[in-house]
T-cell receptor
Framework: EAQVTQNPRYLITVTGKKLTVTCSQNMNHEYMSWYRQDPGLGLRQIYY???????DKGDVPEGYKVSRKEKRNFPLILESPSPNQTSLYFC??????????FGNGTRLTVT | GEDVEQSLFLSVREGDSSVINCTYT??????LYWYKQEPGAGLQLLTYIFSNMDMKQDQRLTVLLNKKDKHLSLRIADTQTGDSAIYFC???????????????FGQGTTLQVKP
């Protein structure tokens, strides 16, 4: 089944403790992206990748890192999480002009 | 700049039609999308329309695009309680002649369907 898989679905952590949210897609898509969703703000793009080894900042990249060493994986790294990064995170992928396919989301709480 | 605006809330009675409106700013957008998000779930693509079309119908869903006014709407006929969700409008702007792949989302419209 074609899908975007994110892990974990839920994560509670403390300020400053490094964490990684994994994202994997099995559709051979070139483009992958991370969004965060906050009430009243919709989805805002954090980082995106047009292909392997190519990553670019989105609209809200501060405090996040990504890597794209393989086509299928696009992990989101928070080196030193802070409470303002408490949010619902979505990974997505697409090819060409096809619609974005989304993962089921990761709800992160930073205390 | 790139901006997509939606009203935040819509309440309808079961069986009525729902119309969710969206305005966008980037006239270069080639595709415009509607996504649905049910509680605790990810975003599910509902439908999309190419920018050279005025209307697209898919079963109970009708999308209208007014490119001159940069206005997009989603009509749901015979709205059911299972349609209760958040609906996001999104545009896919070009940068130069390239499609970067980025989608710009509105804030989302919460649709409440009363029995």
């Amino acid at each position: 089944e074609a899908q975007v898989t994110q892990n974990p679905r839920y994560l509670i952590t403390v300020t400053g403790k490094k964490l990684t949210v994994t994202c994997s897609q099995n559709m051979n898509h070139e483009y992958m992206s991370w969004y965060r969703q906050d009430p009243g703000l919709g989805l805002r793009q954090i980082y995106y990748s047009m292909n392997v080894e190519v990553t670019d900042k989105g609209d809200v990249p501060e405090g996040y890192k990504v890597s794209r060493k393989e086509k299928r994986n696009f992990p989101l790294i928070l080196e030193s999480p802070s409470p303002n990064q408490t949010s619902l995170y979505f990974c997505a992928s697409r090819t060409g002009n096809s619609p974005l396919h989304f993962g089921n989301g990761t709800r992160l709480t930073v205390t | 700049g790139e901006d997509v605006e939606q009203s935040l809330f819509l309440s309808v009675r079961e069986g009525d039609s729902s119309v969710i409106n969206c305005t966008y700013t980037d006239s270069s957008s080639t595709y415009l999308y509607w996504y649905k998000q049910e509680p605790g779930a990810g975003l599910q693509l509902l439908t999309y329309i190419f920018s050279n079309m005025d209307m697209k119908q898919d079963q109970r869903l009708t999308v209208l695009l007014n490119k001159k006014d940069k206005h997009l709407s989603l009509r749901i006929a015979d709205t059911q309680t299972g349609d209760s969700a958040i609906y996001f409008c999104a545009e896919s702007p070009l940068h130069g002649s390239s499609n970067t792949g980025k989608l710009i989302f509105g804030q989302g419209t919460t649709l409440q369907v009363k029995p």
